[in-house]
């Protein structure tokens, strides 16, 4: 034993970077461990209670709502059935059997369904052939307008009255109460509780064979007085109980929850032990953590230094024992110097364009803001790794030069001039002009809801944009916030033509449509393919959310957004924000209109933005320029993806002729803020 003290003194006392490894694993391991530790050792009863009996709140409120829905579904059915209109005219004829039929068939819990009349003798019955006996028994009873639970046959059975229009009678319905009961064994407590169903009338429905004897009168006393729901420590004899109370809706019932609150103490004492435990097994672990780290790092790293110091120019010899970290830091501090220098003494090229700054990365490439030394210009680089991308069908090389070629073409004020495209091995580049300033989508996060007077010149600028590329023959496919840009200087700019075409060209799937949720049109959605309304559509979806700071089809989740986008119209913009003037909010609308109402072309919709700018004055206004790096940390703050996505199975409610097997979504996060 003392030779392992006169061990570890002499290891402490050499190496002070032992040292501090043990109080960085003191720090790092035993903090952490006896902060969470430490509420726990002083863990006392009443705090260990209060935790069981918000459990107990927590599953009787969980219980009544799972056993209210239960018995509501099946009166909802049951009352569906009552108002058929074959009961009303001859609830005896093969008719009146046929309702009762189906309403056992489509309900695999209800065992029988029967027609009585206002005395309760009953007229038709339908039932399923293993539960005669059980049924026979149920049936003979009165009837009833409140669920009720019958014990027969060794099981539980719920009955249910409703009656017949004109008081002619009354439809009853038998189900197995199996579900209800399982619901009585909840998760959150433990096999030490116990939970039951009560009527008001102090009869227990749930479990069969359960009394009331165990539950202390105090908590039944307030359970059945007609409170909402509450959860208390009672006293039953010479016992302490924890238990909780709630009313099931819909019913005359009450879930009941009960459990000995020697149990709470014992956890908690249980708790404290385990805790320290875990304080002592850390401190324990440290010590060996500290040993290993003596032998696996700190003499490997002392060789280390030796080997860096002679690379470094330094004298060969190992660092005095203690100055390891500062041996450590000079060796580093050179060699970042020497890497340094070296980069000064080189400039970085793509092609023959020179790289300043990284705007942007995405899944596709990155984005760099570059310098054209030959025209003595700015320009934005937007580099695309195709390897990835390479079929056995598709040359994604050719398919990207035929895209920007086609690009180039386009000439007009609104759309961003593609300069020149590279392509070399399995990656390339296009170098397009460079717009200084912010995306509408980072202008939208900062300002909000936009005015009409700037959404409407915003809107006949982008749609003057598709109406040229239109023309062309290019069709932008991917219309959203993020590939808008405004400049400073005034101008608006649509970016990333014929990128999505060239995603799309390139894949093996065919049943898929390139573009952002929210601002894909319905019928690419079904499968019918994206062409010049499709970019009209997302034009709409975009101007929308300008006005009104939301997209006119948009879900908490991605699917849910494609559902909506399908099959429910979206709400007018007026209504969301009562300062568009008319005509604006019938123009937005209509280009978010399904296909057959919508606006017929961009250049329909840029000359009806045209007359509503000349008729208001209005006209656009370049946002003010920020302070540097704060454009990056907007578009940090509100990510915006395009997708791949295979309309063969969009959603599951979708018709059988749009329906597949499968739904993929690939992401693209939107790397082109500033092109």
Not at 128 to 141: F, G
Not at 144 to 160: V, Y
Not at 181 to 187: R, T
Not at 227 to 241: D, F, W
Request: with cysteine; hydrophobic share 45%.
């Amino acid at each position: 034993m003392k030779r392992r003290i006169r061990l570890w003194y002499g290891m402490l006392t050499s190496s002070p970077l032992l040292v501090r490894v043990i109080l960085a694993l003191g720090v790092v391991a035993l903090v952490p461990l006896l902060v969470v530790s430490f509420p726990l050792i002083h863990l006392n009863r009443e705090a260990m209670t209060t935790q069981v009996l918000r459990s107990h709140a927590i599953a009787a409120h969980a219980t009544a709502a799972r056993i209210g829905a239960e018995v509501s579904s099946l009166q909802a059915a049951v009352r569906s059935a009552a108002k058929h209109p074959a009961l009303m005219t001859a609830k005896t004829s093969g008719a009146g059997r046929s309702v009762l039929s189906d309403l056992v068939l489509s309900r695999p819990e209800v065992v029988a369904a029967a027609l009585t009349d206002v005395r309760g003798s009953i007229a038709v019955e339908v039932q399923r052939k293993a539960y005669a006996t059980v049924v026979a028994a149920v049936l003979q009873r009165p009837p009833s307008p409140w669920p009720t639970i019958i014990q027969a046959d060794g099981g539980s059975w719920l009955c249910l009255d409703e009656p017949l229009p004109g008081g002619a009678g009354w439809l009853r319905a038998v189900a197995r109460a199996g579900a209800l009961a399982a619901a009585l064994k909840p998760e959150e407590l433990g096999p030490s509780a116990t939970m039951a169903v009560v009527t008001t009338s102090h009869r227990v429905l749930l479990p069969p064979g359960m009394s009331l004897n165990g539950f202390p009168k105090s908590q039944l006393a307030a359970a059945l007085s007609g409170k909402i729901s509450g959860s208390g420590r009672y006293a039953s004899g010479h016992r302490q109980v924890l238990g909780a109370f709630c009313p099931v809706p819909g019913t005359h019932w009450v879930v009941l929850s009960r459990e000995p609150a020697a149990v709470a103490e014992a956890t908690a004492r249980r708790m404290r032990r385990n805790a320290i435990g875990a304080v002592l097994l850390a401190v324990l672990l440290a010590g060996a953590l500290a040993g290993v780290s003596y032998r696996s790092l700190v003499k490997p790293l002392r060789s280390l230094l030796a080997m860096q110091r002679q690379v470094s120019g330094l004298d060969r010899t190992s660092p005095e024992p203690g100055n390891e970290i500062a041996a450590l830091k000079e060796s580093l501090e050179i060699l970042r110097q020497r890497i340094e220098d070296k980069e000064a003494l080189e400039d970085i090229f793509l092609g023959r364009f020179q790289i300043h700054e990284v705007l942007g990365e995405g899944a596709m490439g990155t984005v760099f803001r570059g310098w054209d030394p030959k025209l003595q210009r700015p320009v934005a680089l937007k580099t695309i790794r195709l390897g990835k991308l390479a079929t056995d069908e598709t040359d994604p090389a050719q398919s990207l030069h035929q895209e920007a070629v086609a690009a180039a073409r386009i000439s007009h004020p609104h759309i961003v001039a593609v300069y020149d495209v590279v392509i070399q091995d399995d990656a390339g580049f296009i170098a397009m002009e460079y717009v200084d300033g912010p995306s509408l989508h980072v202008h939208r996060f900062r300002r909000g809801p936009l005015p009409p007077s700037s959404v409407s010149p915003l809107g006949a600028a982008i749609a003057s944009a598709l109406a040229a590329a239109h023309n062309a023959g290019l069709v932008h496919h991917d219309v959203k916030p993020g590939n808008v840009l405004l400049g400073y200087d005034g101008s608006i700019k649509v970016t990333d033509f014929g990128i999505a075409r060239f995603v799309t060209s390139v894949t093996d799937e065919r049943d898929m449509v390139f573009g952002t949720p929210g601002y894909l049109p319905p019928e690419a959605l079904r499968g019918e393919g994206y062409d010049e309304l499709g970019d009209v559509f997302a034009l709409g979806a975009t101007l929308y959310q300008c006005l009104t700071g939301r997209l006119p089809f948009l879900g908490s989740t991605l699917k849910e957004t494609l559902e909506k986008t399908l099959f429910q119209p979206p709400r007018p913009v007026e209504e969301l924000n009562a300062t568009v003037p008319p005509a604006l909010a019938t123009i937005i609308n209509r280009l978010v209109a399904p296909r057959k109402q919508r606006i017929g072309s961009a250049a329909e919709a840029a000359e009806l933005f045209e007359q509503l700018n000349q008729l208001y004055g209005w006209r656009w206004n370049a946002p003010e320029p920020l302070k540097a790096g704060a454009a990056k940390e907007d578009a940090r703050a509100i990510p915006q993806h395009s997708c791949i996505v295979h309309t063969a199975s969009v959603a599951p409610t979708i018709p059988s002729a749009t329906r597949g097997s499968r739904t993929t979504i690939t992401r693209r996060p939107d790397d082109s803020r500033r092109s």
